[in-house]
Nanobody
Framework: QVQLVESGGGLVQAGGSLRLSCAAS????????MGWFRQAPGKEREFAAA????????TYADSAKGRFTISRDNAKNTVFLQMNSLQPEDTAVYYC????????????????WGQGTQVTVSS
């Protein structure tokens, strides 16, 4: 059974940082792109960042560039999202996902999803 389990969310003040983790189990994700998406209240889920599993190449949404860093530990089947300079508009449920498509930024191309972790940024 494939599982993606996110952790690390919470409440932080504006300007603060959080590090999200996503632990993958149930199959090998070699060759898969791992992504982070987020869904703010009343809004559509949107792409935040992705990393190729094999080469570690990354891609970011414009809103994440310069503030968020995605990384992975292949040995532990874990992906991270370091988020700095957080703002209230970053408040959302953050989802980890896995795609067999290289460097996908499209939600529909992701095959596996975690249940999400809440990030709340207070002003």
């Amino acid at each position: 059974q494939v599982q993606l389990v996110e952790s690390g969310g919470g409440l932080v003040q504006a300007g603060g940082s959080l590090r999200l983790s996503c632990a993958a189990s149930g199959r090998t994700f070699n060759g898969y792109t791992m992504g982070w998406f987020r869904q703010a209240p009343g809004k559509e889920r949107e792409f935040a960042a992705a990393i190729s599993w094999r080469y570690g190449t990354t891609t970011y949404a414009d809103s994440a560039k310069g503030r968020f860093t995605i990384s992975r530990d292949n040995a532990k089947n874990t992906v991270f999202l370091q988020m700095n300079s957080l703002q209230p508009e970053d408040t959302a449920v953050y989802y980890c996902a896995a795609s067999s498509r290289y460097h996908s930024r499209q939600e529909a191309q992701y095959d596996y999803w975690g249940q999400g972790t809440q990030v709340t940024v207070s002003s």
